[in-house]
């Protein structure tokens, strides 16, 4: 068994194997992510039975498998193969390999999914990519019920209600702590070039709600609960035809809505069309 999981290392996450053995006991961040699931479990059904759940970037599986523990199906995607055959190898050690799929796939894949799930596991991937928006859009067309989330955050957890509208030049208010806003980064933090964003909490909950997500907890730091807010969803401005586009899908239908009152919204401002 030692011999299997050095064979099959490094391992980011710290499974607890049913023998008692360990796959990282020694992890420069503790017992990963075993520390996060306790903050987070009591906050997901005790009984997933019947449920369809989405693991994105699920490394060696240990989220994968805590759900299905709790009996839900579970497709666990990730883009790197190696991560794939450690969540591969340590499904069977649970016995869960019925109850657990894995595909590499990428986030973006998801939105020429035939499908939808009742719960999306979307933990400490959003701030690695760069087109950030457009996987909660998608990811919003695919739930039914609730998100998990995690992400890299900017300082500060003060919000404000967002106004209505305002003018284009009253740009000074969106330099007020209270403005959703996401950082940058350039080059590389902790040493990882992939590390390209981190949204303050006034951000996630905007975003959230424009993609039709209303955050219900925040169980701990950079983590929290969404449920698919219908009314929000109804709400929800974002222009289809370009969503299509960036997924790969026809387009040319859903831009003639777009078009077709695109100078509206300038109308009675001067007085003239």
Known sequence: MQQEIDQLGPWFHNLHLPNGRQT???HTLGDFPAFKWAELAPYIPADLSGWEVLDIGCNAGFYSIELAKRGATVLG?????HYLRQAAWAAKQFDLEDKIEL????????ARLDRQFDLIWYMGVLY???YPLLSLDILSQKCRK?????TLTMPGEKTAEAPED???NDRKRMLAETWPKMAFIEKRMAGDPTNWWAPNHAAIEAMMRSCGFRVVEHPGH???ILEVDEALRKKQQWNQSEYLSATGQDWQEAVQEKVKDKNVYMEGRDGRK
């Not at 609730?146 to 995690?150: D, H, K």
Request: glycine residues 0%.
């Open 128 to 130: 690695h990519l760069r």
């Open 146 to 150: 609730q998100m998990v989330f995690q």
């Open 166 to 168: 305002f003018d284009i």
């Open 222 to 224: 950079e983590m929290y």
């Open 77 to 81: 995607i990730d883009v790197d193969p």
């Open 103 to 110: 595909k590499q796939m990428q986030v973006y894949d998801i």
């Open 24 to 26: 990282a006991p020694n």
